[in-house]
DNA sequence: CTTGATACGTAGCACTTGCTACATTGAACG
DNA sequence: CGTTCAATGTAGCAAGTGCTACGTATCAAG
């Protein structure tokens, strides 16, 4: 088991930074132990060194990755007012998608379908990830509109599905 | 490899029928072939006696289902014109879903994260199930509102996906 | 200079995975 | 009666899984 100096921190930040970055380009799919460690760039041992378990550390790197679509939401779509279906459309519009956000959508999905039948610590993100979806479309709405964010969630979702589904024909 | 008698096609359906079930009643986890094989009350032996692959009897099993599903539909919506609205009530109400319906239905999303990396057969399953899916909510729909299809598909897929997120706190 | 903690490599364990080689049974057919 | 072939059991393989035991190099503190 690894201390908990500050050099063995920031070796973890790292770790969880590459780590996360695997999964965006590559999913769950050859996500052993030995390939997440080959792409931080050290080796199995020692990646269990660094982290009690596997789950302990995909969850953490889901956890980075759930703050970093919170945080590129906002420039997605700037004004503090916005339409339901102006909403919609900044989120769904996929001609402008990096593979960056691609990769994590992609990696959003997989996850759904870990987190259905309550395994953790898929569930957990990706109820949390929901929550801040929401709120921040509440946030955007008109406060007439707020109740409707639920329901404006519903929709992108299934939108961003069909769009990844049917994508590459 | 069996042979193609009337007795062992008959078996196979048989084995297909049961694999079905545990995959709505278990999902992907813990669907190995011995896992299938006791559930079809078989060795897995014998499973691969049957079927050349996993994969063969996964992609059987899972068009088994889309019929399934495809037939449930019209009972769920038996008029043949119906509004948008009333489509997208009607398929995300779960006040009134079956242990059946919600297993397929986590079945379902457990497909699309399979699929989205463009894993087979998920992927060639998914898409037929959503492209029927789409026709026949096409077909209850005005005349002129035909083109709306997707976008209802869509509201109907975010809906049950966070139905079922949200469901167990 | 010793001690003790950190940091890392080598090797491997126990288990699960999809799949197969081989042997045997049983029934149908000439 | 003997041959053939479908049907099924026993045993196991090669690869991959998460994880660990054990040894060692490094280096700062006392």
Redesign the pocket.
Same mark, same amino acid.
């Given at each position: 088991m690894?201390?908990? =100096?500050l050099? =063995?921190q920031i +070796?973890r930040e790292e770790i969880v930074q590459r780590v996360a970055n695997h999964l965006v380009a590559r999913g769950f799919e050859?996500?052993?132990?030995?390939?997440?460690a080959a792409s931080a760039g050290?080796?199995?041992? $020692?990646? $269990?060194?660094y982290?009690?378990? +596997?789950?302990e550390?995909i969850a953490q790197a889901l956890l980075l990755l759930a703050e970093g679509m919170a945080a590129s939401l906002d420039e997605l779509v700037p004004q503090s007012r916005a339409s339901a279906s102006q909403i919609v459309a900044a989120l769904t519009d996929n001609n402008e998608q990096s593979d960056l956000q691609r990769g994590v959508l992609m990696l959003w999905f997989e996850i759904i379908g870990l987190a259905i039948r309550g395994g953790d610590p898929y569930r957990a993100t990706a109820n949390q990830i929901l929550e801040n979806y929401e709120q921040w479309i509440a946030g955007k709405l008109p406060p007439n509109q707020r109740h409707r964010a639920r329901e404006i969630l519903a929709q992108i979702e299934g939108q961003l599905l069909l769009n990844l589904l049917t994508m590459g024909k």
């Amino acid at each position: 088991m690894s201390p908990d =100096t500050l050099a =063995t921190q920031i +070796k973890r930040e790292e770790i969880v930074q590459r780590v996360a970055n695997h999964l965006v380009a590559r999913g769950f799919e050859d996500s052993g132990v030995r390939a997440l460690a080959a792409s931080a760039g050290i080796s199995d041992r $020692m990646l $269990m060194y660094y982290f009690e378990t +596997k789950e302990e550390l995909i969850a953490q790197a889901l956890l980075l990755l759930a703050e970093g679509m919170a945080a590129s939401l906002d420039e997605l779509v700037p004004q503090s007012r916005a339409s339901a279906s102006q909403i919609v459309a900044a989120l769904t519009d996929n001609n402008e998608q990096s593979d960056l956000q691609r990769g994590v959508l992609m990696l959003w999905f997989e996850i759904i379908g870990l987190a259905i039948r309550g395994g953790d610590p898929y569930r957990a993100t990706a109820n949390q990830i929901l929550e801040n979806y929401e709120q921040w479309i509440a946030g955007k709405l008109p406060p007439n509109q707020r109740h409707r964010a639920r329901e404006i969630l519903a929709q992108i979702e299934g939108q961003l599905l069909l769009n990844l589904l049917t994508m590459g024909k």
